[in-house]
C-alpha cells in the first residue's frame, strides 16, 4: 500500500510557475504508476498527468500539454508536477494519486488509481 502527501501548492500570478511534489510511502511506489488529477469549484476531478513506474513514459490531457511536466525520482520515492505559464483555469485543488495494482495502461480515469493523497491548492490570479 501507497502513502501520498502533496506539497508545493500556493498563489501565484498568470504566467508563473509552481512545482508540486508528491512524497510516496510505501513498498509499491516504485512499481506503480503515479498521476496528477485536479478539482476545480463546481466541477469534477480530472486527470492532468501520469508517468508509468519507471519515469520512461508519460501522458498529459491535452489542456496542460507543453505547460506542464510529469517526473518522479524513484530513489526518494518523490513525483513531481512543474507547472509553467500558469492559468487562471488551472485554478483548482491538486491531486496526487497512485494506480490500482491492475491497471489499464495508458488509463486517465480516475477509477483506475486507488490511494489519493490530500490535496494541495493552486490558485493562478488573472
Not at 500500500?1 to 510505501?26: D, F, I, P, W, Y
Not at 466541477?43 to 489542456?63: H, I, L, M, P
Amino acid at each position: 500500500q501507497v502513502q501520498l502527501v502533496e506539497s508545493g501548492g500556493g498563489l501565484v500570478q498568470a504566467g508563473g510557475s509552481l512545482r508540486l511534489t508528491c512524497a510516496a510511502s510505501g513498498r509499491t511506489f516504485r512499481a506503480t504508476t503515479m498521476a496528477w488529477f485536479r478539482q476545480a469549484p463546481g466541477k469534477e476531478r480530472e486527470f492532468v498527468a501520469a508517468v508509468n513506474w519507471s519515469g520512461g513514459s508519460t501522458y498529459y490531457a491535452d489542456s496542460v500539454k507543453g505547460r506542464f511536466t510529469i517526473s518522479r525520482d524513484n530513489a526518494k520515492n518523490t513525483v513531481f508536477l512543474q507547472m509553467n505559464s500558469l492559468k487562471p483555469e488551472d485554478t483548482a485543488v491538486y491531486y496526487c494519486a497512485a494506480a490500482n495494482t491492475v491497471f489499464r495502461s495508458g488509463s486517465s480515469d480516475s477509477k483506475d488509481f486507488g490511494t489519493w493523497g490530500q490535496g494541495t491548492q493552486v490558485t493562478v490570479s488573472s
